[in-house]
């Protein structure tokens, strides 16, 4: 195996009625958290700096954490995706800087200016403070393909509802605790990405993306201090979508607290693609909105999370880095969800993507 330097009450009988071996085996492949408490700290955590306006993340790490309680400690590893050793070419416009295509408004390029200074700022800190590594050891081989006709990997206290948005959207609203975490990574309308056939399907425009999530009772399931974060493109119209006066989280009734900055490294620890590339950036932004009126948490900073990407699509899982904020055992949602989580609930059509044990391996000396 090479090693290289992530219910609503009508579904769960169709999960739970399975064989229970592979619910067990999550019991069984995490161990107790022993002694003090810097035995429990996240392993996924690679570097934080003091103001924990920085922190270095391994996204396999964080998604293997994800699969037990935070008082456990993992012991399965998720295959995953060779690390990037150097960064990539930089693509730009086919008609160069001038390519109206690459202007966005004054508004837009205002935010793009504040990112890059804030990931400039990153860097900069890092150069100084944190060396490396930039991610720990990934198990790259999948396991045979036979095992593809077990039944999924159920993490403890985790709630799968595996199917679209409208499919559930009424037992979601009938059965559904309130949350104080919703995390959402909508499949956005992208017109390379509809020629892969490995993900969620991207709709086609944004009034059609706005029908879809106006479709989510999130005001009456979000509790009153909740937080909604959603994972957005590089697009300005998207931004726009979500923040305008008019916007997504307006219909919501929330309001933007703050912004985190996924910064996308090679191994090297470089940025994948160079800051001040016109058309493509290294980065993803996670935008966190509240309530309207409600109290901003105190700990809820922007932040810029630096990671080596690892399979398509797949995001670092958020659990820890919310917990320094919303306190340990809080209950979140994720939405367009491609694996689940202990102790959240989990809702989409991939859901139980990653849960397939053919993902995982156990290991040891990792």
Partial sequence: MPVNSPTSAAAKPSLRNKPPIYHLTWRAMATMCQGSSDNCRSSSVLFENPSKSLVVIDIPSSLEESQVLPSQVPRLHIVSAEPPAAPYPTPEPRHGRDDPSAVASPAAQLAELMTAAAVSSALQDLAVSYPGPFHRPRVLQPQAPLLSALPPLLPEKAEPLHGSVEAHCDSFHMSAPLFNLVVLDPP?????????????????????????????????????????????????????????????????????????????????????????SAWRKPWEKLVIAKRFGSKKPGALNSKVIVAVPDVHSRKPNLRGLFQDILGEGFLGLEIFARNLTAGWWSWGDEVLRFQQPEHWRETEGM
């Avoid at 090297?268 to 693609?273: A, M």
């Fill in 188 to 276: 956005w309308p992208n017109r390379s990405a509809r020629r892969k056939t490995d993900k969620y399907a991207t709709v086609r425009n944004l009034d059609d993306m706005r029908s879809l999530l106006l479709h989510i009772p999130l005001a009456s399931h979000l509790a009153p201090d909740g937080l909604v974060a959603v994972w957005i493109t590089n697009k300005p119209s998207i931004q726009a979508f979500l923040t305008s006066p008019t916007g997504l989280f307006a219909a919501w009734g929330l309001e933007v607290v703050t912004e985190w900055t996924w910064l996308k490294v090679a191994a090297s620890g470089e940025p994948l693609y160079d800051v001040d």
